[in-house]
Every structure is written in C-alpha cells, then in structure tokens.
C-alpha cells in the first residue's frame, strides 16, 4: 500500500527557494541564540538556576490575585497557570531575594496570607543552583557538539563525507528551527527543550539515510543517468514513506501536545515543530546540498564520489 502513486516532482530544482527559506529560519536561530548567552531569552531555572515550586489549590485562584499575593510578600517570581487540577508553577530565578530553602514555606504562607481559609498544597520542588546551571548549559553544548560530529561520522563512513556534510546542514537546519520556534513564541528553553532537541536530531537522520540509501541504490543501476535525475527519482520513490512515517509520528507527538499534560506541554510542541522541519529538510535541504557539493566537484575535474565504480 502507498500513501501516494508515482509522484515526478522537481524536489532539487526548487534548492534555491528551499535555501533561501532555510537561510531565514536559521538567521532566526541564530539570533535565539545569541540571545540566550546574552540572558535575553526566555531561560528556564534548569540553566540560570533557582527554585520551582508547583502548589495546588482547593479552589481555583485567578493569577492576578497569585501575582497580587506574592507581590504583597515580597517575593519575585514568575507565574505559570497549570489548567488542571488547580495547580500553580512559582517559579523564583536566582536573583530573587526569597531565601532558596525557604521557598516551599514562605510561598504557600503568601497565599494563605492573602485569602485566609484557602488550602494549598506543595506538589513539588526544585532546586538548581547557580554552578549546576552554568554546567548545564556547557553540557548541553557539549552534546549538541557530539552528536553533530557522530553524524557525519557515521553517514561519512557509511556513505561518502559529501553525504555526511548534507546530513549535518540538514540537521543543523532542524536545531535552529527549534530554536527559531521556542524563542518567537517566547517559550521556556529548558532540559526537556535539550531533550526534545536531541530527539529531533536522531529522527531526521534517520529519515535522510532513507533518501541517501535510494540514492545510493539508484546510482549503482543508472551509471548514465544525469544526477539530477537519480536525486530527484530517489526522493520521489521516497516520499510516501516519509509522509507516512511523519504523519504517524506527528498524530503521536500532537496527542502529547493536547493531551499529555501541562508538565510536557513545551517538550511535545519542540517535538511538532521538530517532526515538521526534519522532514522538510531531508527532502529539500540534504540531498540538495549534496548533489551541489557533487557537481561543483564534477567541474572542478574530480572523480565523482558518489558515482558508483564501474566494473
């Protein structure tokens, strides 16, 4: 069964457009992070450091008498509504002036200072302090780093390293579009945001060494062929498995998205985004980048890498 028939279209005839829209996405990116080392990006206590307290209420509190209360105490914080179950997240950052120790006391006590006879319960704390969320932050870099270089390793050895250089723009692109995502709709960047990131990654390499393999299969029976039309034949012979593998792990992802939870809200939404870009850039940035590093070495005078040897 195939989601579609035999499809002709013109996937790496359209690079430029498909380039120029990767380019902004990844200028976009770029920015959020450029703006997350300089602090103005909306980051979560996991890489500045400081407390999270969740509380749950007997009745339902309107955030601006939570924010009317917390205020009248003293105490600076940032306020997320969990829709569920009357629940509230308090976030404190490590420039708050309320003691860290402190923070699953004296927060619930504002509240009940402030509407006498309402019962709060804490739920949960955390806590991450300043040091822990610098080595966050490195550690994270650290195993974006890894796993980039993992990639092309692997595609380098089980390809060609023209085919690993297209694997990492592409994934590369998808990490920015993560990016690009959180920080414009003003999202929390996170652990599970890093999670989610590095889940991505692992899912679009496998959707571009699906195509790579089609490609690989459809050079060795078409020596002659131009090599437009091998890269073109391969990613249409593939297109029905990649729509229906991302469409089935998009309905899975969308049900964690409306469904899953306040807790997992973020890292579903990275997932959408995610699953959307990465098969985006399987089809429209990675082959056609290297089918560009192939001709220009196909003009310089060198052997063609990715053709296959005669016999």
Request: with cysteine.
């Amino acid at each position: 069964m195939e989601f579609l028939g035999k499809t002709t279209i013109d996937f790496v005839g359209k690079r430029n457009i498909s380039f120029v829209i990767s380019a902004i996405i990844s200028i976009i990116g770029i920015i959020a992070i450029i703006q997350m080392s300089r602090g103005a990006a909306n980051m979560g206590i996991d890489f500045t450091g400081g407390t999270s307290v969740q509380l749950k209420f007997d009745k339902p509190l309107a955030m601006a008498d939570a924010r009317k209360a917390l205020h009248a105490a003293g105490i600076e914080a940032e306020l997320q509504e969990v829709k569920e179950g009357n629940k509230l997240l308090v976030k404190l950052p490590r420039k708050s002036s309320l003691a860290v120790g402190k923070a699953a006391e004296l927060v619930p006590a504002a509240f009940v200072k402030a509407q006498p006879g309402l019962q709060v319960t804490v739920e949960s704390t955390t806590e991450i302090g300043p040091s822990i969320g610098e080595k966050l932050r490195k550690d994270t870099i650290i195993a974006v780093a890894i796993s980039m270089l993992g990639i092309i390793c692997y595609i380098a050895w089980r390809f060609d390293f023209k085919f690993g250089v297209g694997a990492v723009v592409a994934t590369l692109h998808d990490v920015l579009a993560m990016f690009a995502a959180y920080y414009l709709t003003g999202r929390e960047f996170n652990l599970l945001f890093i999670t989610a990131v590095l889940t991505i990654t692992g899912y679009s390499l496998t959707d571009t060494v699906v195509i790579f393999d089609r490609i690989r299969e459809n050079l060795h029976k078409d020596l002659k062929g131009s090599l437009h039309k091998i890269f073109n034949n391969s990613i249409n012979e593939t297109l029905s498995r990649s729509i229906i593998t991302s469409l089935t792990t998009f309905l899975a992802a969308i049900s964690l998205f409306l469904w899953g939870g306040e807790v997992i809200h973020d890292f579903s939404f990275a997932l959408l985004v995610g699953i959307g870009v990465a098969t985006y850039s399987s089809v429209f940035v990675a082959s056609p980048v290297v089918l560009l590093l192939e001709q220009r070495a196909m003009n310089k005078g060198e052997t063609g890498t990715v053709q296959p040897a005669k016999a």
